[in-house]
């Protein structure tokens, strides 16, 4: 079985992708002691505690495969007027020096897109690779064409030492992220969009969250309240969602419909206290003789159902229909990140949305994996 290690591990995506792809990983290295346990209570291997660059290459197992996600704030792009430090200097060139001494058949690097342009990549990781021998492919992927529910451009680096680095696996179909995360609904927070992301909503969704039921401020109403009066409107019969993400008023408003996929997640998603939420349309449409009916959602059984209102075609149809707002909680991030729901999330919210928004989407890199290592 190919053995791999792992240069800042974070939470494990990257684990989690090898171990989806046969790839058996025996050791990660991880700074940060909080993100690090929870990275360890996950996997059977050894989580290494420390800085990078205190850590001698030649004291660890030889790998197969090795894999670097260095530190990327200072090269993203909510940081347009930082440079490039000493300190990522240091660290790049730590994994040309891992490179040099474990030599690994296979070589990933994934990073923000503006890493492709530092030094840090130009002059001193790619010629270590090439020096050592290895043929290398660097280009800018979105985790969307890989199957992961959730756009995410990054830079990723594939090399293999004394071969050729086989293509890329061929693009698939984006997928949708409420089909990602359909099944959890039911237990996501009620929640209401802030009255600035309501000013800041397209026009033809506010009309389409008035009509399903949401307005005045779009206060949930409670189990035992009526739900609110609403029309047929056949139109949005195939809506079933789309999602918002804004995290202040002075900032663009990122919306996606149900069949897309999420915007990328951060890091500080909830650090504010201010998740992605959506909206969710729940109905079930029915003819004359029964012949085709969809469930409503997100109702329960001791709830109020929905007002129903006879379409002006007589009686060939009825639709119910109605409009919950929901608060991404961290399980909805991880599937959207493609964590398995096997994978242990923390108690708490800004440690796990953290680990989550810094790592490599798991799906991701398995499909890279199998690719470049089969």
């Known amino acids: 079985m190919t053995k791999a290690g792992v240069l800042f591990g974070g939470f494990g995506g990257v684990e989690v992708g090898m171990s989806q792809a046969g790839i058996e990983p025996v050791w990660s290295i991880e700074r940060d002691p909080a993100i690090a346990a929870v990275a360890q209570a996950n996997f059977e291997h050894k989580i290494i505690v420390a800085d990078i660059l205190s850590v001698d290459p030649a004291n660890?197992?030889?790998?197969?495969?090795?894999?670097?996600?260095p530190p990327c704030p200072n090269f993203s792009n909510a940081k347009q007027d930082a440079v490039e430090t000493e300190n990522d200097i240091a660290l790049a060139r730590k994994v040309a020096e891992f490179v040099k001494v474990q030599r690994p058949r296979f070589f990933t690097l994934e990073n923000v897109p503006r890493y492709r342009k530092?030094?840090?990549?130009?002059?001193?990781?790619?010629?270590?690779?090439?020096?050592?021998?290895?043929?290398?492919?660097?280009?800018?992927?979105?985790?969307?064409?890989?199957g992961v529910p959730q756009t995410r451009r990054r830079f990723i680096v594939r090399?293999?030492?004394?071969?050729?680095?086989?293509?890329?696996?061929?693009?698939?179909?984006?997928?949708?992220?409420?089909q990602a995360i359909e099944d959890l609904i039911s237990e996501l927070p009620d929640s209401q969009f802030a009255n600035w992301q309501w000013?800041?909503?397209?026009?033809?969704l506010k009309t389409m969250v008035i009509a399903n039921g949401c307005y005045e401020k779009l206060v949930s109403r409670l189990?035992?309240?009526?739900?609110?009066?609403?029309?047929?409107n056949s139109n949005q019969a195939e809506i079933k969602a789309f999602i918002i993400n804004s995290q202040n008023m002075n900032s663009s408003l990122t919306v996606r419909g149900e069949n897309e996929p999420m915007f990328t997640i951060v890091s500080n998603m909830l650090a504010k206290n201010?998740?992605?939420?959506?909206?969710?349309?729940?109905?079930?449409?029915?003819?004359?003789?029964?012949?085709i009916r969809r469930i409503p959602q997100n109702r329960l059984?001791?709830?109020?159902?929905?007002?129903?209102?006879?379409?002006?075609?007589?009686?060939?149809?009825?639709?119910l229909e109605t409009g919950r707002v929901v608060a991404l909680n961290t399980r909805a991030l991880a599937r959207l990140q493609s964590f398995p729901d096997w994978y242990r999330l923390p108690d708490n919210r800004i440690l796990a949305c953290k680990g989550i928004g810094n790592a490599v989407p798991p799906m991701w890199y398995q499909k890279l994996a199998e690719g470049l290592t089969r």
Do not use: C
């Open 60 to 69: 660890l197992e030889a790998v197969d495969l090795l894999h670097a996600s």
């Open 301 to 319: 059984s001791d709830e109020p159902i929905w007002t129903i209102t006879a379409s002006e075609h007589g009686d060939t149809r009825v639709w």
């Open 199 to 204: 000013a800041l909503m397209p026009e033809e």
């Open 274 to 291: 201010s998740p992605p939420k959506a909206f969710i349309v729940g109905g079930q449409y029915q003819t004359a003789n029964n012949a």
């Open 159 to 178: 090399a293999v030492r004394g071969g050729f680095v086989p293509w890329l696996p061929q693009a698939e179909p984006w997928p949708g992220w409420f």
């Open 223 to 232: 189990a035992s309240e009526p739900i609110f009066t609403l029309t047929a």
């Open 118 to 146: 530092s030094d840090s990549w130009l002059k001193i990781i790619q010629p270590a690779l090439y020096e050592a021998g290895y043929m290398v492919h660097a280009a800018l992927l979105n985790s969307a064409d890989f």
